[in-house]
């Protein structure tokens, strides 16, 4: 049930996508001579006039036709003769669509659910940005020379840090202009080897599970206990152990649990040290707040996401992430899927099946721009490079340089089910 919710969703956003460019066309007053969901076979289709409706076999993309598009045509509402920037318009209309329709999505579920803003709200006893003098009200603004949107953008900035020492700017309530200070990401984290549980929304202090040759299982701890005191310190949840460890380190600690009514008490359980994934020791404000709050909260995510984007793309062209890590149509259907599953009830359900689609949306939206054939961003490359020529490129020729395009473009999607298949089947 799940895959088929994200099948509708991602055929949602070709919807979307392929009706900017349709009405946009329509308005400029181009003629429409089809309009497409997916590629391939025709299926069926309907309608009468000059623009005919379809549905296609293979469940990717989708495509709206236009005379002139593919061909010389003299009809005066084809596309290849209305001037550059009307075809550039008409191009564009899609990814632009994408990128609106997220943000709309955003807003609402904004609106209604609250947002996570740049503000901090509450830090570690180790935090790294602590110890760098920041304190909770204090809003981040830059990291490391780059503009924060949102907090997401701190893991992205993190992900190839080595606990390398940045510069951080930042609001103070009160205190005119930015402050800057210097902050050295947390790489090691020290731990027990428990998993907690969190279906409350929260980390709790009930362990789910025990890691197989970790301290917690030497000592004997079991899940289903729930801990309560390290050492004399009370703990109420993950957070607390987890701040507790890494303020001792490797001293030895005595964990308190509660099992089945009883108060047990391991003594001298020792954490290990494990190299973790670069930690500030932050959670930033959630709230919620009016329309212009939500809509603010909206642009400053599509920015930070679309941001995202570019970032991984350069990351893969310059080889710092592998192919192995792109994900095609069905590893994103089954992303989908996941997400959705995530969800406890009808109402949680969608709103994680509009949060991933607003994030697919943002970029589906952005990766249709880069100038490639057969994307929407080649064909811009295109009208740009006539507009430097003087001279319009044969739609003929364009046609083909598409068609070579959307070749490729099959041969990568065939690549990513090397990659997705097997996730699948782990």
């Known amino acids: 049930m799940n895959i088929l919710v994200a ?13 900017g460019h349709f009405a946009v066309a329509r308005k400029a007053g181009i003629k429409v001579l089809e309009f497409s969901i997916f590629m391939g076979p025709r299926i069926f289709s309907w309608g009468k006039g000059e623009t005919k409706y379809s549905i296609r076999a293979i469940p990717i993309g989708g495509f709206v036709k236009m005379e002139g598009e593919e061909e010389s045509s003299s009809d005066e509402r084809a596309f290849n003769n209305k001037p ?8 564009a209309a899609g990814a632009v669509m994408n990128i609106l ?5 955003v807003t609402v579920l904004s609106l209604f659910i609250g947002y996570s803003t740049t503000t901090v ?6 935090s790294a940005l602590k110890e760098a003098g920041i304190t909770v009200g204090d809003k981040i603004v830059y990291y490391d020379g780059k503009r924060v949107f949102h907090p997401g953008d701190l893991s992205m900035f993190l992900y190839f840090s080595n606990g390398e020492t940045v510069e951080i700017a930042y609001k ?9 200070t210097t902050v050295t990401p ?5 731990m027990i080897g428990i998993t907690v549980d969190t279906s409350g929304g929260i980390a709790s202090n009930k362990v789910e599970s025990v890691l197989e040759g970790y301290p917690a299982e030497t000592a004997g701890i ?11 310190i009370e703990i109420k949840s993950r957070n607390d152990l987890a701040e507790y460890l890494n303020k001792t380190k490797e001293k030895p600690v005595d964990i308190t649990v509660e099992r089945n009514g009883e108060t047990i008490t391991f003594h001298d359980v020792v954490p290990v040290p494990k190299e973790t994934y670069p930690d500030l020791g932050v959670q930033f404000e959630y709230k919620k707040g009016s329309v212009f709050g939500a809509f603010g909260s909206a642009i400053s995510y599509s920015i930070s996401t679309i941001r995202s984007v570019i970032y991984s793309l350069v990351w893969l062209i310059t080889g710092k992430v592998s192919f192995s890590d792109v994900s095609g149509p069905v590893g994103i259907v089954s992303t989908i899927g996941e997400v959705v599953e995530m969800g406890r009830g009808i109402s949680e359900k969608l709103i994680y099946l509009l949060q991933i689609t607003a994030f697919l949306s943002l970029n589906f939206g952005v990766m249709n721009l880069i100038p ?6 080649g064909k811009l490359f295109l009208i740009l490079v006539e507009k430097i020529r003087r001279k319009p490129i044969d739609p003929e020729k364009e046609a083909w340089i598409s068609m070579v395009g959307f070749v490729l473009l099959m041969v990568l999607m065939i690549a990513t089910l090397f990659n997705d298949i097997p996730r699948l089947i782990r």
């Open 101 to 105: 329709i997220a943000i709309v999505i």
């Open 186 to 190: 947390r790489v090691t984290d020290y």
């Open 121 to 126: 709200a509450y830090l570690d006893e180790n």
């Open 7 to 19: 099948f509708a969703a991602l055929s949602l956003l070709i919807l979307v996508h392929e009706l």
């Open 84 to 91: 550059a920037g009307t075809r550039a318009l008409v191009v």
């Open 172 to 180: 103070r309530e009160g205190v005119k202009g930015l402050q800057r």
């Open 222 to 232: 079991l899940p289903g206990d729930i801990i309560v005191r390290a050492d004399d």
């Open 372 to 377: 490639f054939p057969a994307l929407d961003g």
